[in-house]
């Protein structure tokens, strides 16, 4: 029964996130909203449908064939095998969990998602002008990411399981322990946000000029100061525009994509950070800790329950309660909840950004802020009229249509 119940929640969730996107997949053929109207013309719209449809067939296939693997596994046993082939390498049950885990990353990203990014960087991205990255960068980045998962992830595994074998019997101070270890170790991945970016790209300092002194003066004027400017290399991998501050408090480094720099005026570059000071001002991102923090302890406290279960283990194979599958069965059983959760994590997100874009368009002007999101909008092929369910359940951001009309004064 508990093993049927784990295959519908799988069954039921893919089939819901499937009728979503094609819901909006259809939604191409509704009419634009009159605000958007000249944001591509007929060329550049043509593009977007063909980059759309492209990349929603690469995401149907990534998904189905993550389903059928994922189906395969649980039905076959072979979570069974693995658990007693990692058991026979090693005597600690926290190296045999993390062996366990690694085993099935390694078989997961080597056999189904390295593929398809690389079908997806450069066979899409290259077709449609956003992918500028080698094959030797993106290896080299795989590489990159695969040790992080090893260091950071196996590192907060290693931690948690530690945490469970001592107070297992005690569940609510494993909760306990566990929630304010992970809260801390969040706050120190947001404060070293600037090394992680490092270990991806190369940064230089922005040159004296113009660009510079808007930057500087736009953060003195409310109040915050500006310890670096930084262009980011991110031209070597894509066309797409972005920036970003790091840092928490009042002190701040700025980074700067080359592709932004080459794309916007520098009215429209002051405008877009203007915006991420908005957020600071408005303490969004101590706001949105507070709620990651608040949601990871709801989760410590269902994952405890899966973590001690045997007969969740033996239903699929394995001789008992284990650590590792415990860790991947929850991120299923999680899924509905996480689903529902979203609906509200996104609405609070959304209006968070009309607010910094409300602050930006104060402290450059209307023009700079909306124009700033249109070639933004414009650089990344963004979608002008996603179906309002996507919209609900998926963004995190207003639509284009959306933050135009919030910034003239026209309503959300």
């Not at 950071?152 to 609510?172: I, K, M, N, P």
């Not at 322990?177 to 230089?204: E, G, R, Y």
């Not at 310890?227 to 920036?243: C, E, K, P, Y």
């Amino acid at each position: 029964m508990i093993k049927w119940l784990v295959i519908g929640i799988i069954l039921i969730m893919f089939t819901f996130n499937l009728w979503v996107s094609l819901l909006n997949y259809r939604q191409r053929w509704q009419p634009i909203p009159k605000i958007v109207e000249g944001v591509y013309d007929k060329e550049k719209y043509t593009k977007w449908l063909s980059y759309s449809m492209e990349n929603l067939r690469l995401e149907l296939v990534s998904k189905g064939i993550d389903l059928i693997l994922m189906l395969i596994l649980l039905l076959s046993g072979a979570f069974g095998w693995l658990e007693r082939t990692t058991n026979a390498w090693f005597d600690h049950e926290i190296l045999r969990t993390l062996a366990f885990l690694g085993v099935y990353v390694l078989f997961f990203n080597l056999l189904i998602n390295l593929p398809l990014a690389y079908y997806g960087i450069f066979v899409i991205e290259e077709k449609y002008g956003f992918n500028k990255s080698t094959r030797k960068t993106f290896f080299l980045d795989q590489v990159k990411n695969l040790l992080l998962i090893a260091v950071l992830g196996g590192g907060l595994t290693a931690g948690l399981q530690a945490l469970f074998q001592v107070f297992a019997d005690r569940l609510w101070l494993f909760i306990l322990l566990a929630w304010a270890s992970a809260s801390l170790v969040m706050a120190v991945m947001i404060t070293l946000n600037k090394f992680f970016v490092k270990i991806f790209n190369k940064l230089a300092p922005l040159p004296e000029g113009t660009l510079r002194e808007q930057i500087e003066a736009l953060a003195a004027s409310v109040g915050f100061r500006v310890s670096a400017i930084s262009v980011m290399d991110a031209s070597r991998r894509s066309t797409r525009l972005n920036a970003f501050f790091s840092g928490l408090g009042r002190t701040r480094e700025v980074v700067l994509y080359d592709t932004l720099i080459e794309k916007m005026g520098e009215d429209e570059i002051t405008a877009v950070l203007a915006h991420e000071l908005g957020h600071a001002i408005h303490k969004d991102i101590p706001r949105m800790l507070l709620q990651q923090v608040i949601l990871f302890g709801a989760y410590l406290a269902l994952f405890g329950l899966v973590a001690g279960s045997d007969s969740l283990a033996q239903a699929f194979g394995l001789s008992g309660a284990h650590f590792g599958f415990s860790l991947l069965l929850f991120s299923i059983l999680i899924s509905p909840l996480d689903f529902l959760l979203d609906i509200p994590m996104n609405h609070f997100s959304r209006k968070a950004e009309y607010a910094a874009d409300a602050f930006a368009a104060g402290k450059t002007s209307r023009e700079a802020m909306g124009n700033a999101l249109v070639c933004l909008a414009q650089e990344n092929l963004s979608n002008l009229n996603p179906h309002p369910l996507f919209v609900l359940l998926h963004y995190n951001h207003p639509t284009l249509a959306q933050r135009l009309r919030a910034i003239r004064g026209e309503g959300g």
